[in-house]
Structure formats: structure tokens, C-alpha cells
């Protein structure tokens, strides 16, 4: 379901997150010392093949197959590479697109022609899920939509506080 969500969102656009140089790739502050497409690469042509497998290999292999996902793993990496070698957008099964996490990819990475508007409809989306705290933080607290022309205290009012804390989509980027 996430892969098929990726599709359809873009997978172009989720790698425009991603920092990569020649050794190291950083995703959501996670530093990896390794070239991403040669991992990703290696990846699908370890699969099944423990004797070409270093332990890095050995051992990624070794859980998904625990977690008995590797046939699927093995499918997406397999899917993804061809994306990168072709250049073209993947096909995507929509029975499977999780409509909810496309609609919060949108609001994190679309932000290039951010205006009122969009923000007011990002706004909205988020508190049409239930992430009230993320509404709240895209009010106040992403550096992205703070110069925009918003009703921040009337927007505000129409959210809920919660009685327990749970993990916003969008974070705090202020501080």
C-alpha cells in the first residue's frame, strides 16, 4: 500500500527530500554512508544470492526474509530501480493507494508554489484527518507558510486540543 501510494504520489518527488553526494545519502536527518543508487542496485542483485552477499547484504536479506516480506521488498527495489533507469513515472494499482498519505505527502513536499490558498487547503486537509496538532503547527510552527497571509487565531479555534500527545505529521521546524 505505501509503495503503490509512492507511485501515484511520485517517487521523484519523495527523492527531492533525500540529500545525496557520492558516499553518503541523508534522509529525515538519517546519515547513511553509502552511495544510495549503488545500494539500491546492490540490493536487487543480492537478493537470493548469498554468495555474492557482503554482511551488510547478508543481513538486510536475512530480516526481510524473518519478516517474511523479502519476495515483496525484493519487488519494490526491483520497481524503484526501473524508474531510475527508464526515467519514467511507475504505474501505480489505485486499490491499493492510500488516498490519506498521498493528500499529507502533498502538504509535505509540494510546497513550491506555496500560497494562502494552499495553505488554507493544507490546513483543512489536515484537520479532515484529525491531525489537529499538524494544523496547528502549520499555523505556527513551519517556517514554509509562516509569511502568509492567514487568520491564524480564527483558523486555530477550529481545532481540537488533545487529551493525549500523538506524533504530528507535520513537526515544528521553528526552533
Known sequence: MIHESFKKFGYEKLESGIYKSENLFIANGIYIKRNFENLMDSLELTYNKPEIQTKYYSEFWNRRKVEKNDSIVYEIIREYNSFKS???????????????????????FENDNLDSEKAKSDFYTLKKYGLHQSAYNLLYERAEYSELELDREKLKKELT?????????????EK
Open 86 to 108: 527508464d526515467k519514467k513515472r511507475l504505474n501505480y494499482e489505485n486499490q491499493f493507494v492510500n488516498d490519506t498519505l498521498v493528500d499529507l505527502l502533498k502538504i509535505e
Open 161 to 173: 486540543k488533545a487529551t493525549e500527545f500523538t506524533y504530528p505529521w507535520l513537526i515544528d521546524t
